[in-house]
């Protein structure tokens, strides 16, 4: 009897710790480990080089006047062959003429594109704003020409409506044909009127051939046929030939259409094909960029830095701790599907901090999509585990 109460008696201790132990585990597992998850979201980021270089056109410099002249038509815009560009005048008198001639011809295309009453007023606010925009954000390469459209719309003398638009060209043309001492300059070309000149205008995209960095830098380092007339930018497509370095260089396949953010005095993206990579043997190369667009924007502007943005990824965020690495060196999270745990293997296509972009299962052939729960944290997960109600 007595031996029989001593197994009975050893059995139901071991069977107290077992359960002790059980419930010991079970405790520190819900004190100790947490379930977390978060919704999966889309994320795109870009990938970029930087970049300075030098903006290449076809221009045409115009003669240089004998005395001082007034632009009267406005930065960027484009003048037809034989078109009245700018006012020559002689002395103190027919410098008033020749302003007076920029003002109305201003006041008179004010009028010409503007309809209603309240033209007028449309066209001091549009001149103000348009100012101070310009100071804002530091561009100062048509500070004249907006500076001008402020006095002339709104501390103009001459009063200005549609009632008398006739009358204001009549004025004009008496001003521009019988006054001594005023001569009006003809464009000898159609192009893009600026009326800056920085002595670079005769170098042509033809002269950027297997060119080296330090070649580049030498060759816009000698200005010449600098004119206070200004320029004629012939044709619309325009060269960028920027210096970049050699590892990026090789990344970019001539042909493609990549965005450039342009930086500094003259900000704004610029969507560039890519011309030609110039390979020769140093650390950095001279990547050639064209484009047809914004033309009348850049007119002013010659050395300009910029940001390439040559790839732009998208997927799924998926933080570091949600991935997973099986023995096959497969990588792989969990999905929270209904109650259960679901294995979804993933492609990493790029890392930001501390997480991962990975494919999006609308291209994978999976079921992560954004809106998915996707399983940070778990004790013991696995394919088909339950998983969340303890939460």
């Known amino acids: 009897m ?3 109460d001593f197994y009975i008696k050893l059995t139901t201790a071991v069977l107290f710790i077992a359960v002790l132990s059980y419930i010991g585990v079970y405790i520190y597992n819900a004190l100790t480990v947490t379930y977390e998850t978060i919704p999966a979201i889309r994320y795109s980021i870009e990938q970029t080089f ?3 270089g030098y903006i290449i056109r076809t221009e045409t410099v115009l003669s240089e006047v004998g005395n001082t002249a007034l632009p009267i038509i406005p930065e960027g815009e484009k003048a037809a062959s034989g078109q009245v560009i700018a006012v020559e005048y002689l002395n ?12 109305l011809r201003f006041l008179i295309a004010g009028l010409e594109s503007s309809e209603g009453e309240d033209a007028v007023e449309l066209a001091r606010k549009s001149s103000i704003n348009d100012l101070s925009k310009a100071i804002q954000l530091g561009d100062l390469s048509r500070l004249d020409e907006l500076a001008l459209n402020v006095e002339t719309n709104v501390f103009s003398s001459i009063t200005a409506n549609q009632t008398n638009l006739n009358e204001l060209k009549a004025r004009l043309a008496k001003l521009e044909t019988d006054v001594y001492g005023v001569r009006m300059i003809y464009a000898p070309v159609s ?9 670079y205008e005769h170098i042509t995209p033809n002269m950027i051939q297997d060119i080296t960095p330090d070649l580049l830098d030498a060759l816009f380092s000698d200005p010449q046929n600098t004119t206070q007339t200004g320029k004629l930018i012939t044709e619309f497509k325009w060269y960028y030939a920027a210096i970049m370095d050699a590892n990026e260089a090789e990344l970019l396949p001539e042909g493609k259409t990549v965005t450039l953010q342009m930086t500094g005095v003259y900000s704004s993206s610029v969507v560039m094909t890519i011309e030609r990579i110039f390979k020769q043997e140093a650390d950095s190369r001279v990547v050639l960029f064209s484009s047809n667009r914004s033309i009348h924007e850049m007119v002013s502007v010659r050395r300009v830095g910029a940001d ?3 790839n732009i990824i998208t997927g799924i965020r998926v933080p570091k701790e949600a991935i997973h690495l099986d023995d096959d060196n497969v990588t792989f999270i969990y999905l929270q599907t209904g109650i259960r745990a679901e294995r979804v293997d993933v492609e990493i296509l790029a890392e930001i901090g501390g997480s991962y972009i990975v494919r ?9 999509r954004p809106g998915s729960e996707i399983i940070v944290k778990a004790n013991e997960i696995f394919d088909g585990k339950t998983v969340g109600l303890d939460r």
């Open 308 to 310: 390439l943005i040559y």
């Open 50 to 52: 930087s970049t300075h």
């Open 2 to 4: 007595k031996r029989t």
């Open 92 to 103: 103190n008198f027919a410098l008033e003429t020749a302003s007076e001639i920029r003002e």
């Open 360 to 368: 999006d299962g609308a291209q994978a052939g999976t079921p992560l």
């Open 191 to 199: 192009g893009i009127f600026s009326q800056y000149s920085d002595g």
